[in-house]
């Protein structure tokens, strides 16, 4: 338990000090994050998987200097495919999307399950948090 206690500490000061403006005045960095879900409206998290076409081990979170970006996310197969197919496949899609990151700013990727449409099953929402 003290080293589960330790360990969430550690991350927690390390995300505080990610977001910190630098001492020198350079601006903060931007941060993606693949969430948050809310399955009441039919929102479910992603995971980023590519930066500008280059692979990366796929997370829920990216921090990212300000700038143009080009971002791959993994929309599961819950979410893509429907129940019946699921049975027989269970393929995630990648999706790639543009995004334009400002420093210090927080931004959210989800993606809505449209359950009356099989022809587009899912949008990607790309929203700036508050």
Known sequence: MKYLSTLISAAALAALCQFAVAANGEPAKARVVGGPPDPVQY????????????????????????????????IPAQVTEPAVGQRKRRWD?????????????????????????????????????D
């Open 43 to 74: 929102l479910y998290e992603v995971e980023l998987t590519a930066i500008n076409g280059e692979r990366i081990i796929p997370r829920e979170m990216l921090t990212l200097e300000p700038g143009d970006y080009t971002l791959t996310a993994r």
């Open 93 to 129: 899609r990648h999706v790639d999307f543009d995004i334009t990151l400002e420093p210090g700013r927080d931004y959210s990727v989800r993606v809505k399950w449209n359950r009356s449409s099989l022809e587009k099953p899912y949008e990607l929402l790309i929203e700036e948090m």
